[in-house]
């Protein structure tokens, strides 16, 4: 290990070196240079149609707002070439974003201009590889750079003080929540800065107001996605699938009898109904059936949509009224399966919560992977509170936002990568910054 360590510090250390520094409009030109060849290599690949994409094209009542009312506005503009237009649009806002905080990022810390060139190309990998997001109709194509626009003002905030930086994070991050309510993790994690500024500066009164505004943010995105399927489908309502997600794991993991935690004939009816086909198709974890299967979290995540879609979903969906509009049976379901999962989940809360853990480690590959994650949250905060240095707030806040997003995500969802990748690059930052640092010492000695 000491001879691996040797070489890597050999073979960096003409890198780091002072006379190797690069001017900023080198590097400027460097990563633009990196950010063009990755832009021509995506527009010349051909655009990907998922199952999902359908919701989005046709602004599907159980899909948020956001990115819908981004394909309209591109189908406006783009006639019969929409497919195109949508990646070289797609590409370049999310090339841009990438850009911006890297160029942001350079400001704030003092690294050398290689590792930001380095996480550029590792920040990239969702355009080229894998989920190549600006080559489908999917929302992940708009929330990345959106996520990284705001992660960037908020560590600008919580390093610089300046609650400008917030003010900026916030119409961005409605945005967000208004494509994807999976960000609403950071909520939280914005109020935390507001608190943390609050109490250094000893200025609390400097920061209600922008506390107030990401206070009430939830609830004002949650009255704009109303109100946008009041407009477009006649139903006041929020985006109807959030109970499926919620009642998924808790059928899960439920029991025969837990029909009978519920009062009305409708939840009852609706229960044995769904628990019935699950058990049948052997997708509930006290009747599994397949050759070699022990481990019941890796069964529920590469079965959820058998659990969710095909069978919560699709059954449930006609059990809730056969003469109602498709829109209407959407809703009904998720009404009906928002109130039923809570006592589902209190009554095997000890096999939802076990499912939950095992499926939030499962986010990060595996439990040593996330151990990582909570022992550089620990060393950011102690090192934060004990030294205030920049490098433990970017550690900080940046393993608390991964652990923030995964948090959520699996509370309903199995937790794959489509909805983890977005801080992907944040373990190499961390790298980065630890080899930078470690590395000074060699520099002055040379």
């Known amino acids: 290990m000491n001879k691996v ?19 900023e409009k080198r590097f400027k030109y460097v990563l633009i240079a990196i950010l063009s060849i990755v832009f021509i290599a995506v527009i010349n690949k051909p655009i990907e149609i998922y199952p999902d994409s359908e919701g989005y094209l046709n602004m599907e009542i159980y899909r948020s707002a956001g990115y819908p009312i981004f394909l309209w506005i591109l189908k406006q503009i783009s006639g019969s070439y929409l497919n195109l237009v949508t990646i070289v649009v797609q590409a370049a806002i999310g090339l841009i974003a990438i850009y911006l905080f890297i160029s942001r990022l350079k400001r704030l810390l003092n690294l050398h201009s290689f590792w930001y060139l380095l996480l550029s190309m590792v920040m990239v990998v969702p355009y080229v590889y894998n989920h190549q997001i600006a080559n489908n109709y999917l929302s992940e ?3 990345y750079p959106l996520y990284l626009l705001v992660v960037i003002s908020f560590l600008e905030s919580l390093i610089t003080g300046e609650v400008k930086k917030l003010w900026i994070a ?59 399927h009041q407009l477009k489908h006649g139903h006041f309502v929020n985006t109807p699938w959030t109970g499926i997600h919620l009642i998924a794991p808790a059928f899960y993991v439920a029991d025969e009898e837990d029909y009978q935690l519920y009062d009305s004939d409708e939840e009852r009816d609706f229960f044995k109904s769904i628990f019935t086909k699950l058990y049948s198709n052997h997708l509930n974890v ?35 009224g056969i003469q109602l509009s498709e829109d209407q049976k959407f809703i009904a379901l998720d009404q009906l399966t928002k109130k039923m999962a809570l006592p589902l989940v209190l009554n095997n809360f000890k096999s939802w919560f076990k499912l939950y853990i095992k499926n939030s480690v499962s986010a990060f590959g595996s439990a040593k992977h996330a151990a990582i994650y909570i022992i550089l949250l620990l060393v950011g905060l102690v090192g934060l509170f004990k030294k205030g240095q920049n490098d433990y707030k970017v550690m900080s806040l940046l393993v608390l936002l991964t652990l923030g997003n995964v948090a959520l995500v699996a509370i309903g969802m199995h937790a794959i990568k489509r909805f983890t990748f977005y801080n992907d690059w944040v373990l190499f930052l961390i790298l980065f910054i630890l080899i930078d640092a470690y590395s000074k010492p060699i520099k002055s000695s040379l």
Do not use: C
């Not at 109020?191 to 609830?219: C, D, E, H, M, R």
């Not at 050759?291 to 069978?311: P, V």
């Open 286 to 320: 006290n009747h599994l059936n397949e050759d070699g299967q022990r481990d019941a979290t890796e069964f529920y995540i590469r079965h959820y949509s058998a659990i969710a879609n095909a069978t919560i979903y699709d059954s449930g969906k006609e059990l809730v």
């Open 141 to 143: 194509a708009l929330t």
């Open 170 to 228: 916030w119409p961005i991050l409605m945005v967000l929540m208004i494509t994807r309510s999976q960000f609403l993790f950071m909520v939280p994690a914005a109020l935390l800065i507001i608190l943390w500024l609050a109490y250094n500066q000893k200025k609390t009164k400097s920061y209600l107001w922008i506390g107030l505004a990401f206070f009430i943010l939830p609830v004002l995105t949650s009255l704009m996605d109303k109100t946008y």
């Open 5 to 23: 360590k040797l070489k890597l510090f050999l073979l960096l250390t003409p890198l780091l070196k002072t006379k190797y520094q690069m001017t």
